[in-house]
């Protein structure tokens, strides 16, 4: 896809960090926005700083169908067609897996997982209708690819997103879609993610923090202190949607570490975390 302008992109999740990058990367490409997020507040930041083209936000709690088939609808109804479809939701929660409460599963699986699902689900069919060339961008995480100790939750969820990524792109493929699919995976990015608790619904909310998820907070925050910034991941998104490619990367050192876990995997052995680079 490789003219952006006078086109529309849906952004969810574009309250903050890569979603706002995104926001305005695509804004400056000359894309109509349609913004999304569960955070009114910093929704209506983005917007503000959006310059030059049609922006129209709604609040929208990604993990809920009947929201996000809303937000379908008011985007076609409002702006007619959608040809750039950001699933960029996601929260985190550290912890080793054995800690994890099953309110923690829900939570993390509702946005990171069923969000993804429900964008798709909302959104793709009509984009199929129109007959025109579109991409779907997921914001998935090298966690989606290489497990991360005491991130347990964390990592399922975003292992099951990177799987219905895959399989929406086979199946547009065996469909003769022309709309495309990216599996966006960044690694350390300066966001807010690991402030994710501030949006957390009360009814799964958990008695405390454990001991191992706040050691996971630590290493998480570090990782994001010394992480690149959000527009480079916005920059690389925009070039995997004229480049048609499905799996990006946003640090080079995650490409090696992929084909390690590979020969250890075959090998019969545990691959090790990458250190990204």
Same mark, same amino acid.
């Given at each position: 896809?490789?003219?952006?302008?006078?086109?529309?992109? $849906?952004?969810? =999740?574009?309250?903050?960090?890569?979603?706002? !990058?995104? @926001?305005?990367?695509?804004? /400056?490409?000359?894309?109509?926005?349609?913004?999304?997020?569960?955070?009114?507040?910093?929704?209506?930041?983005? @917007?503000?700083?959006?310059?030059?083209?049609?922006?129209?936000?709604?609040?929208?709690?990604?993990?809920?169908?009947?929201?996000?088939?809303?937000? !379908?609808?008011?985007?076609?109804?409002?702006?007619?067609?959608?040809?750039?479809?950001?699933? +960029?939701?996601?929260?985190?929660?550290? =912890?080793?897996?054995?800690?994890?409460?099953?309110?923690?599963?829900?939570?993390?699986?509702?946005?990171?997982?069923?969000?993804?699902?429900?964008?798709?689900?909302?959104?793709?069919?009509?984009?199929?209708?129109?007959?025109?060339? =579109?991409?779907?961008? +997921?914001? #998935?995480?090298?966690?989606?690819?290489?497990?991360?100790?005491?991130?347990?939750?964390?990592? #399922?969820?975003?292992?099951?997103?990177?799987?219905?990524?895959?399989?929406?792109?086979?199946?547009? /493929?065996?469909?003769?879609?022309?709309?495309? #699919?990216?599996?966006?995976?960044?690694? *350390?990015?300066?966001? %807010?993610? +690991?402030?994710?608790?501030?949006?957390?619904?009360?009814?799964?909310?958990? /008695? *405390?923090?454990?001991?191992?998820?706040?050691?996971?907070?630590?290493?998480?925050? %570090?990782?994001?202190?010394?992480?690149?910034?959000?527009?480079?991941?916005?920059?690389?998104?925009?070039?995997?949607?004229?480049?048609?490619?499905?799996? $990006?990367?946003?640090?080079?050192?995650?490409?090696?570490?992929?084909?390690?876990?590979?020969?250890?995997?075959?090998? *019969? /052995?545990?691959?090790?975390?990458? $250190?990204?680079?």
């Amino acid at each position: 896809m490789r003219e952006l302008s006078g086109k529309v992109a $849906v952004v969810t =999740g574009a309250g903050g960090g890569i979603g706002r !990058a995104l @926001a305005l990367g695509l804004a /400056a490409e000359g894309m109509t926005l349609m913004l999304a997020d569960v955070d009114p507040s910093a929704l209506a930041e983005t @917007a503000s700083l959006v310059e030059g083209v049609k922006t129209l936000t709604e609040v929208t709690d990604v993990s809920d169908p009947v929201a996000v088939e809303h937000l !379908a609808d008011r985007t076609f109804g409002e702006l007619g067609a959608v040809h750039v479809l950001c699933n +960029n939701a996601g929260v985190f929660q550290g =912890g080793r897996i054995w800690t994890r409460e099953p309110e923690d599963f829900a939570w993390l699986l509702g946005v990171n997982l069923w969000g993804v699902l429900h964008g798709i689900r909302a959104f793709v069919p009509r984009m199929i209708d129109q007959d025109t060339e =579109g991409h779907i961008v +997921n914001t #998935v995480s090298v966690a989606g690819l290489f497990a991360a100790p005491v991130a347990g939750g964390y990592s #399922v969820s975003k292992y099951a997103a990177f799987a219905a990524s895959q399989s929406l792109a086979q199946d547009l /493929a065996m469909a003769g879609s022309r709309l495309r #699919v990216t599996a966006l995976c960044p690694g *350390g990015v300066r966001t %807010g993610i +690991n402030r994710s608790e501030r949006v957390r619904p009360e009814n799964l909310r958990t /008695a *405390g923090r454990t001991e191992d998820e706040t050691a996971s907070r630590e290493i998480i925050d %570090g990782l994001l202190e010394r992480g690149i910034d959000p527009a480079e991941v916005a920059r690389v998104a925009v070039e995997a949607i004229r480049e048609e490619r499905f799996l $990006v990367f946003t640090h080079p050192g995650y490409a090696e570490g992929l084909r390690e876990q590979t020969e250890a995997l075959l090998s *019969g /052995a545990l691959p090790r975390f990458p $250190v990204h680079e």
